[in-house]
């Protein structure tokens, strides 16, 4: 089992930043890639960031490229997403979530382990 854990979530104004963490602990060596999901109000879960544990190769969905970086510290079994230039469509619960397998996707349900979520609203 893989326990991870969410924090850095917050109220920010359109334009500002926050920077969310996800620490796993557990089995972490059964990880293979780490993923940043959102879900708002209403809507299906999706795709934000992921990253592969070793060699740090990392994905974006387009909505948020060139604005959100993942990184991870391998030391520490974290994750971190670096949110900038946030924009009101931002605003969502930001789950972390590992995958077992090897290979990238974005696809919810191919990842094995989710932490509790944590709310990013984003005010105009």
């Known amino acids: 089992q893989v326990q991870l854990v969410e924090s850095g979530g917050g109220l920010v104004q359109a334009g500002g930043s926050l920077r969310l963490s996800c620490a796993a602990s557990?089995?972490?060596?059964?990880?293979?890639?780490m993923g940043w999901f959102r879900q708002a109000p209403g809507k299906e879960r999706e795709f934000v960031a992921a990253?592969?544990?070793?060699?740090?190769?990392?994905y974006y969905a387009d909505s948020v490229k060139g604005r959100f970086t993942i990184s991870r510290d391998n030391a520490e079994n974290t994750v971190h997403l670096q949110m900038n230039s946030l924009k009101t469509e931002d605003t969502a619960v930001y789950y972390c979530?590992?995958?077992?397998?090897?290979?990238?996707?974005?696809?919810?349900?191919?990842?094995?382990?989710w932490g509790q979520g944590t709310q990013v609203t984003v005010s105009s």
């Open positions: 557990g089995r972490t060596f059964s990880s293979r890639a």
């Open positions: 990253i592969i544990w070793s060699g740090g190769n990392s």
């Open positions: 979530a590992a995958r077992s397998r090897v290979g990238f996707t974005t696809t919810p349900t191919q990842y094995d382990y």
